[in-house]
Each structure stands twice: as structure tokens, then as C-alpha cells.
């Protein structure tokens, strides 16, 4: 653990880094307007990129040499010297969130060379083939087969809510390889997007937008150097990748958890839709004790998650415990969308049109989009399972 001095030391160090790397007019700005660093053309973005990238901080407390190798107090301090710039970090997505931290756990040395300079440099972008039109809560139910064929799978089936495939380079994708058992018979395979039948086709949402592809794979030939994990074997590999997407999920603190989200408190929101009273209160009593809920609820949430920080002195990763933060997380963020619309009104209504704010268009859009957080990532009924049996030690009754 770094001693107070050498903390110190490094936060200089950072300071004076990122007031030398970072671009003056990307200050204020955040990564989710660059596509999350994927797709941008902005030079001074991918000047930006490039450097986080190339000093690893990126992906600060990931190991050497495929991260930055910072302890987490070093990497708490780095992202509190990017906030006190106005900075932000450029490079993100699956890769970092989910797959990055599963290869390092379970790819052998060859994967590893092959996908983390990607990673690290943002400049690979990653979707997840988890979900079938069959398979939803029920994964290991899915039927996308990968049969042998020697010196490579060839891969046949359905995938739908694959987040992003449409501009993916690799898919993280669970496939069958035997028929005869159920949780046993699933493989963990990487497959490169460009291969000669792999489709997608973008689902419109009721949001307005199209994240997620229905993904269609017709006799795609996949190297068997691109399984991960033993045969048969990836139903563990794909659980632990779902405890780290789940850990992201569980990390929310203002609830701002979509693209072009109002920054302001509930309060002050409150007050400029619905008004104050003589004592500088919202002047719906009823609102104002929701409100008030809702913010406590939500910095229970941010310290708890702060706590949990500080409490992390290893490097294991996520457990079952983001079961309970994802839960907690999704009934924050949606609860602060929810009374967003309420509290704007017919304002909060809007669709398109001169007469609504973009906080007021993103308020709606945020409403829908935000619904989906109870689903993806393991739907909130599939994580109080895992929080009865694993947490609490319950069993089913017989």
C-alpha cells in the first residue's frame, strides 16, 4: 500500500501529466460524447486517447504491461485529478468493462498478446453474444452451436440484445458444443466481427435509439485458437464476466447513467418546475418528501459504493456482492427518472420541438432507455437469486 507521502507524490505526478496531455478544448466534455472513444475523428480526442493510452492509465489498475499497474488508491487519485481538470478518460467500452478483466483471468498468454494492446488503446471495440430469442434469463438454455470441425468451430445460430455489434470489431460469444448437458456443454468463443457470415441487424427501441443488434451467425468459421477457457468450460468463464459488468453497473452515484443526463439535484430541479415556498422548500409538501427519499437513497448508494472502495485492499475483483449493488444501483438511477418526468411536467413529456430543453428531451428519452437496466446485466429477479443463495446461503425447498 502506498504510504501518504508517496500518494501525494503520485497525484503531483498525475497533475502535472494531465495538465500537460490533456487537450483545453476537450475540458468539460465526457467520454460518452465520443462514442465512448470508439468512432470519433476529433484530433484532439485521439490525441488524448492516444497518450492515456500509451501511459496505460486507461485502464490505470489493471497490471503491467497491459494497464498501468497503479494500486487503487493511485488510481482513485488519478480519476480525482482528471474530475479537478475537467478531464475525462477516454478509453472504455466492453473491452475494459467486462472482457478485458476476464481475459486477464482465463486467456492463456497468446490471447493476451493478441487483444489487450486493443484494449489498452481503445481502439478495438467489443460486443457480447450472450442472449438468443430462446435463451434470456434461462442462458444456459441457448443453442447457438459451435460444432468441430478440426482445426476450427463452425458456428451456427441467433443472438439478440447484443449491445453495439454493429460497430463491434470481436464478439465475446457463449456457444453450444455439446448437446448432451446443459451448463457443461457451453463454450466461451471470441469471433471476429469481419468473418464471412456474421450479420447484424440494429432494433430500434422505444428510446429513439438502436444500441443493440439482433446478430446472426451462418457457417462462421472460428480458429480453435479463439476458445477461451477450456471446452465445456464456458459457463464459469461467462458468469465471471457477467460479476464484472455487474460491477459497473453497481457503481452509480447521481444516477447519471445515460448519455446527456441533467446534472442537477432533484431538489433544484423541484424548485425550478414546481416552485418554492416561503421557506425555500419545494412547495409540494407531498414531492418534497419523495424527493428527499429519493436523495438519501441515492447517497446511501454513493457512500456505500465508497465504502465498498476503500474496503477493496485486493486485487480478487468483483464477487456476488454487485448482485446487490446492480439491484440497489438500477432502483436509484430508474427512481430519479421516474420523478425527473414527474416533476417537469407536460415539459417532461417531449419528444422533438423547439419548445422543450435538451435536459427536458433527455428526461423522456432517459425514462425509456433507463427500464432496460432492470433486464441487461442479468435481470433483477436473477440477481436476487444469486443474492438468496450465494449471499444468504438459502436453499430452495424441496
Given at each position: 500500500?502506498?504510504?501518504?507521502?508517496?500518494?501525494?507524490?503520485?497525484?503531483?505526478?498525475?497533475?502535472?501529466?494531465?495538465?500537460?496531455?490533456?487537450?483545453?478544448?476537450?475540458?468539460?466534455?465526457?467520454?460518452?460524447?465520443?462514442?465512448?472513444?470508439?468512432?470519433?475523428?476529433?484530433?484532439?480526442f485521439?490525441?488524448?486517447?492516444?497518450?492515456m493510452g500509451a501511459k496505460g492509465w486507461g485502464i490505470a489498475t489493471w497490471p503491467k504491461p497491459w494497464g498501468?499497474?497503479?494500486?487503487?488508491?493511485?488510481?482513485r487519485a488519478l480519476t480525482q485529478e482528471l474530475a479537478r481538470a475537467g478531464a475525462f478518460n477516454p478509453i472504455g467500452g466492453m473491452g475494459v468493462s467486462?472482457?478485458?478483466?476476464?481475459?486477464?483471468?482465463?486467456?492463456?498468454?497468446a490471447q493476451k498478446k493478441q487483444h489487450m494492446p486493443g484494449i489498452q488503446m481503445g481502439t478495438v471495440r467489443w460486443c457480447q453474444g450472450y442472449s438468443e430469442p430462446g435463451a434470456g434469463s434461462d442462458l444456459?438454455?441457448?443453442?447457438?452451436?459451435?460444432?468441430?470441425?478440426?482445426?476450427?468451430?463452425?458456428?451456427?445460430g441467433q443472438k439478440i440484445w447484443t449491445s453495439g455489434a454493429q460497430y463491434a470489431d470481436w464478439?465475446?460469444?457463449?456457444?453450444?458444443?455439446?448437446?448432451?448437458?446443459?451448463?457443461e456443454g457451453i463454450s466461451f468463443l471470441l469471433i471476429d466481427m469481419k468473418s464471412p457470415g456474421v450479420e447484424t441487424r440494429p432494433i430500434k427501441l422505444i428510446s429513439g435509439n438502436s444500441p443493440f443488434c439482433e446478430t446472426f451467425f451462418t457457417d462462421v468459421k472460428v480458429p480453435k485458437?479463439?476458445?477461451?477457457?477450456?471446452?465445456?468450460?464456458?459457463?464459469?468463464?461467462?458468469?465471471r464476466l457477467l460479476q464484472f459488468e455487474r460491477d459497473g453497473q453497481g457503481g452509480g452515484t447521481r444516477g447519471a447513467s445515460f448519455r446527456g443526463a441533467d446534472m442537477r439535484t432533484l431538489d433544484e430541479v423541484a424548485k425550478h418546475y414546481v416552485g418554492s415556498d416561503g421557506q425555500g422548500r419545494i412547495a409540494d409538501a407531498d414531492l418534497r418528501v419523495r424527493v428527499a427519499d429519493h436523495m438519501m437513497d441515492s447517497?446511501?448508494?454513493?457512500?456505500?459504493?465508497?465504502?465498498m472502495q476503500e474496503d477493496a485492499k485486493n486485487n480478487q475483483g468483483p464477487s456476488a456482492v454487485t448482485s446487490i449493488m446492480k439491484n440497489a444501483n438500477v432502483r436509484v438511477v430508474q427512481g430519479r427518472a421516474e420523478l425527473m418526468v414527474e416533476i417537469m411536467g407536460f415539459q417532461g413529456l417531449g419528444w422533438e420541438g423547439d419548445s422543450y430543453s435538451a435536459d427536458e428531451l433527455n428526461a423522456t428519452r432517459n425514462l425509456l432507455s433507463g427500464k432496460a437496466m432492470s433486464i441487461y446485466g442479468g435481470s433483477n429477479e436473477i440477481q436476487s437469486n444469486i443474492i438468496a443463495k450465494r449471499i444468504l446461503g438459502l436453499l430452495d425447498h424441496q
Open positions: 500500500m502506498a504510504t501518504d507521502t508517496a500518494l501525494e507524490s503520485f497525484r503531483a505526478e498525475a497533475r502535472s501529466w494531465i495538465e500537460e496531455n490533456f487537450p483545453k478544448s476537450l475540458k468539460g466534455k465526457d467520454a460518452l460524447s465520443f462514442m465512448e472513444g470508439f468512432g470519433s475523428k476529433d484530433p484532439d485521439l490525441k488524448w486517447k492516444d497518450a498501468g499497474g497503479l494500486s487503487k488508491a493511485e488510481g467486462m472482457f478485458g478483466p476476464t481475459l486477464l483471468e482465463y486467456g492463456n498468454d444456459a438454455s441457448l443453442r447457438t452451436q459451435a460444432v468441430d470441425k478440426g482445426d476450427h468451430f463452425l458456428v451456427n464478439c465475446f460469444c457463449l456457444v453450444r458444443t455439446d448437446n448432451t448437458r446443459k451448463h485458437e479463439n476458445l477461451m477457457g477450456p471446452l465445456n468450460g464456458g459457463w464459469t468463464v461467462g458468469k447517497a446511501a448508494m454513493r457512500l456505500t459504493v465508497q465504502r
